[in-house]
Nanobody, 122 residues
């Protein structure tokens, strides 16, 4: 069974920084991609940044140049470094992992974590 756990959210002043971490566990051999999404009350969940196996990354226009997604070595962990935070970045941030190879099978399902809240306010 795949488990996805996020950490690192919290309260930060505008212009500040936070680092979110996401770890997937559960007999995972390798994965296709891991991404960070965010969702506010009454809004749709939107992609913030995505890391694909091989190292390619994509970002939403609203965070380009401020956020960086990276993998922690060869671990099943991706980190989202968020700099120059703005009040409009306030949301619950979710991590998802997709395309997982296990020892003897493959799952194209997307597995989600429970989310970590980020509040940008003075």
């Amino acid at each position: 069974q795949v488990r996805v756990v996020e950490s690192g959210g919290g309260l930060v002043q505008p212009g500040g920084s936070l680092k979110l971490s996401c770890t997937a566990s559960g007999s995972i051999d390798r994965f296709n991609g891991m991404g960070w999404y965010r969702q506010g009350p009454g809004t749709q969940r939107e992609l913030v940044a995505h890391y694909s196996r091989g190292g390619s990354t994509i970002y939403s226009d609203s965070v380009k140049g401020r956020f960086t997604i990276s993998r922690d070595g060869d671990k099943n962990t991706v980190v989202l470094q968020m700099n120059s935070l703005k009040p409009e970045d306030t949301d619950v941030y979710f991590c998802a992992v997709n395309g997982i190879w296990f020892a003897d099978s493959f799952s194209n399902a997307q597995y989600w974590g429970q989310g970590t809240p980020v509040t940008v306010s003075s």
